[in-house]
């Protein structure tokens, strides 16, 4: 079983910054992709960025404010968050997929971290 922990959110004025931890354990072989979604109150929960061995790709409304990155060796992902607006306000997940123990494929979700932007 993988479990994923997340850190980071909270609140913060618009223009201001925040980074979002997500460290994956358990029995990991490898990891495919890792992700950060976010769901607003009473909307979808939608991809902010994705980040892959070969890729990243973000959602545009947060191209050019949020930076995804991985740390293989800690198999964490990270989200840097600048210049942060109102409509950034909401929930954010980690999200992980890969294979344990080198045959099961794997997709786990983080319990999710507030983030208010005020403005």
């Known amino acids: 079983q993988v479990q994923l922990a997340e850190s980071g959110g909270g609140l913060v004025q618009a223009g201001g910054s925040l980074r979002l931890s997500c460290a994956a354990s358990?029995?990991?072989?490898?990891?495919?992709?890792m992700g950060w979604y976010r769901q607003a109150p009473g909307k979808q929960r939608e991809l902010v960025a994705r980040i892959t061995s070969g890729s990243t790709n973000y959602d545009d409304s947060v191209k050019g404010r949020f930076t995804i990155s991985r740390d293989n060796a800690k198999n964490t992902v990270y989200l840097q968050m600048n210049s942060l607006k109102p409509e950034d306000t909401a929930v954010y997940y980690c999200?992980?997929?890969?294979?344990?123990?080198?045959?099961?494929?794997?997709?786990?979700w983080g319990q999710g971290t507030q983030v208010t932007v005020s403005s």
């Open positions: 999200n992980v997929g890969g294979r344990v123990n080198l045959i099961r494929s794997f997709n786990s």
């Open positions: 358990g029995s990991i072989s490898s990891i495919n992709a």
